[in-house]
């Protein structure tokens, strides 16, 4: 049963193009979490989502940012007209419900040109 | 709104030592989980161990324990007989249990091992 996978590992983007990040949850599990680490700090929550349902976005940055999760295939956030400050690594984790542990992705490492 | 703070940003430890990662929290709520992860360089997020707010007791799992004061809002990591592969980031975590899965970190404490 593989783990929750995340790609690609590393992604390199110029100033003002798209990022799009993937996000497969283990088998089972049908929410998923998205996480931003900023060097040196800890992981901030971003979005909590459920399949084609976004259940809470308060970590969400107003512009530019969102993420999905659709009924069939991968969670995908999304970054429009990237910024040197987004620069980070972008971690997804998946449960199987609200009150089930979690299973952290190893992340996508974002890197702005 | 819940925080999370790790006083130390660096401890270092001699192999088969013990170390002790401090960390403190701040809500309103009183039935919650607390938890440590530990990074490696590899950056994949591993869950050391886990507390349940309404359990008195510590949480132990092999070299890894945890002192839980609820009252102090206190959740210390200890470590003991440090080996070399316990060189990582640890993140103290923690989770109010009505506000879904959501979780919040702290900034920290990177460990290191000497041989």
């Known amino acids: 049963n593989a783990g929750v996978m995340q790609n690609p590992r590393h992604l390199v983007r110029r100033r003002g193009q798209e990022a799009r990040l993937r996000c497969s949850p283990m088998k089972g599990h049908s929410h998923v979490y998205w996480y931003r680490q900023l060097p040196e700090e800890g992981l901030k929550f971003m979005v909590y989502?459920?399949?084609?349902?976004?259940?809470?976005e308060s970590g969400m940055p107003k512009e530019r940012f969102s993420a999905e999760f659709p009924k069939e295939g991968p969670s995908i956030l999304r970054i429009q007209q990237v910024v040197r400050g987004d620069s980070a690594a972008y971690f997804c984790?998946?449960?199987?419900?609200?009150?089930?542990?979690?299973?952290f992705g190893s992340g996508t490492r974002l890197t702005v040109v | 709104a819940q925080t999370v703070t790790q006083s130390q940003p660096e401890m270092s430890v001699q192999e088969a030592e013990t170390v002790t990662l401090s960390c403190t929290y701040d809500t309103s709520e009183s039935d919650y989980y607390l938890f440590w992860y530990k990074q490696p360089p590899s950056r994949q997020m591993i869950l050391v161990i886990r507390q349940e707010a309404y359990k008195q007791q510590n949480a132990t799992e092999n070299r890894f324990s945890v002192n839980f004061q609820k009252a102090a809002k206190s959740f210390s990591l200890k470590i003991s007989d440090s080996q070399l592969g316990d060189a990582a980031m640890y993140f103290c975590a923690y989770r109010f249990k009505a506000a879904g899965n959501k979780l919040t970190f702290g900034g920290g404490t990177r460990v290191l091992v000497k041989p």
């Open positions: 989502l459920q399949k084609e349902n976004i259940i809470d």
């Open positions: 984790a998946s449960s199987a419900g609200t009150g089930s542990g979690y299973t």
